[in-house]
């Protein structure tokens, strides 16, 4: 494994089935620097063919112990490490993300391999139930029940713009499901194609050395929307795997439910992610609560989907807010965006919300090409309720201070939020009764509550909860992030009177 050359070229081919494939047609990446590269264009025809081979793989994969499936995603950390220097060379020139970012999303990548490999090592996962049978009950016997938690089969994954590695290629959707037992074909980012290349060469390496299914993992690069159509449609995928825009999600979801046998779409689509700043807490602390919303807003030039946009303040404690959250962003360059298409969707977003009725200004800036300027504005509680368009998710860094009156109206703010991915609540003991009416509200409309934080961080672990209600995420039940996220690629299946040796290989 020894791949640590920063001279990656990428030929720019699929990987179908194990083999390198090129397509008729091409395009081009557009790279924040550096030198571009050509890619075949995915067509529906790679799909089938990915998919097909995925499916025969699963009459194999799906029935592996849980052992066989660690080592593969231990060996694919392996794999991807070796490739470190390379990895981060490609992704920086793609994306504009600096170097230090994307070792950083690189180490949460592998972390969450070799943590499914520890999770399904353990067993919980598969939520083994069993009632012994009763041969004398009465009026009627009962028979031997098991039950455990058995793999869907093909899963479709769609690589995520803001995050190369962590929620792409390689990511939570495809670790969690090949941890299931479940082939993946993803779909590609173009934003980054290159990067997305060599995590896969990666994924066949490790293939190669397990002795594994070549079906087990297909890479289709980067096509028109007949290929993301052809995957999600494709009558033998059994789920489906999202992180992106609303827009683009909701017309995947419903795809999806079209079919004639619709599948589970577990789309995580985004939120602004709010703020309640209590008045003690902004009593005792509203100036290094400014600075740290101003330094969490910025963060990666706002492209998190936990960028907390908006931040909810009592009327009198506003204006010193909105000034310390000034002073902070003013103190923050120009950063570069992801992508020309995301830069250009930031500047409509702040125009959309700079046209809002009632929105002030407080901080703003020209932002071009592909660079990203802070952003702040400030609008009261009744306007912000009264225009849709202001609740919408602005992916960037764009702050939204909401005044309110009191805190009846702070309930009332809170109680007309949509679904998010975070709530956070500042507050000091001072606060608690207020933070108790907000609670049962904030509950219902977030997947992650936090207490005198940031959410932008989100932890890779056995109790994070990444989705939320809709719009945040399609499915409210499930999380792509954590250990839970496995769930999404798996069913319950009872087994009576089975005998021992007909039962699957991870019955314990």
């Not at 000091?428 to 933070?435: R, S």
Request: glycine content about 12%.
């Amino acid at each position: 494994m020894n791949v640590t050359t920063r001279d990656f070229k990428p030929h720019g081919k699929h990987l179908i089935a194990g083999e390198w494939v090129s397509g008729t047609a091409t395009f081009r990446s557009e790279p924040a620097h550096g030198d571009a590269h050509d890619f075949s264009v995915g067509t529906p025809a790679l799909v089938n063919a990915a998919v097909e081979a995925a499916e025969e793989a699963f009459w194999t994969f799906g029935y592996t112990d849980a052992e066989t499936r660690a080592k593969f995603l231990e060996t694919i950390a392996d794999e991807i490490d070796a490739r470190g220097d390379a990895i981060t060379a490609i992704g920086t020139q793609e994306t504009g993300l600096p170097a230090g970012r994307l070792q950083g999303e690189r180490g949460r990548t592998v972390g969450q391999l070799r943590l499914f490999a520890s999770h399904i090592r353990a067993g919980k996962y598969l939520d083994q139930r069993h009632d012994d049978a009763l041969p004398d009950r009465q009026p009627a016997p009962r028979p031997d029940i098991k039950l455990m938690q058995r793999p869907i089969g093909p899963v479709a994954v769609f690589g995520a713009s803001n995050f190369p590695l962590a929620f792409s290629t390689a990511g939570g959707d495809t670790a969690s499901a090949l941890a299931a037992g479940c082939p993946v074909v993803v779909k590609g980012h173009s934003a980054h194609p290159g990067t997305g290349e060599i995590v896969a060469e990666a994924i066949k390496a490790a293939v190669e050395t397990c002795n594994l299914p070549k079906g087990v993992f297909s890479l289709v690069q980067g096509g028109k929307r007949d290929v993301g159509t052809a995957l999600v449609q494709h009558p033998l995928i059994k789920a489906v795997g999202f992180t992106g825009s609303l827009g683009g999600g909701r017309a995947l979801y419903d795809l999806c439910a079209q079919r004639p046998e619709p599948i589970p779409f577990f789309g995580e689509l985004g939120s602004v992610n709010p703020m309640f700043l209590l008045p003690e807490a902004m009593n005792a602390r509203g100036a290094d609560i400014a600075a740290g919303w101003a330094g969490s807003l910025t963060m990666g030039a706002g492209q998190f989907c936990t960028n907390p946009g908006i931040a909810i303040v009592l009327e009198h404690q506003a204006e010193g807010f909105a000034q310390a959250t000034k002073d902070g962003l003013a103190k923050v360059d120009s950063q570069v965006m992801l992508t020309d298409g995301i830069a250009s969707a930031y500047r409509d977003g702040v125009a959309r919300i700079g046209k809002g009725s009632g929105v002030r200004e407080v901080l703003t800036s020209i932002s071009d090409q592909r660079t990203a300027t802070p952003q702040l504005f400030i609008v009261k509680g009744a306007d912000w309720i009264g225009n849709h368009a202001l609740t919408e998710e602005v992916f960037g860094p764009l702050g939204l201070i909401v005044t309110v009156a009191d805190e009846a109206e702070m309930i009332a703010v809170a109680k007309s939020f949509e679904g998010q991915l975070t709530a956070t609540l500042h507050l000091e003991d001072g606060d608690t009764e207020l933070a108790r009416c907000l609670m049962p509200v904030l509950e219902r409309k977030a997947g992650r509550m936090l207490a005198n934080g940031f959410p932008t961080g989100v932890e890779v672990c056995d109790a994070m909860v990444h989705g939320g209600p809709y719009p945040a995420s399609t499915n409210f039940g499930a999380t792509s992030v954590g250990t839970m996220a496995i769930r999404r690629f798996l069913r319950p299946v009872s087994y009576q009177n089975m005998p021992d040796g007909l039962l699957p290989a991870d019955w314990r």
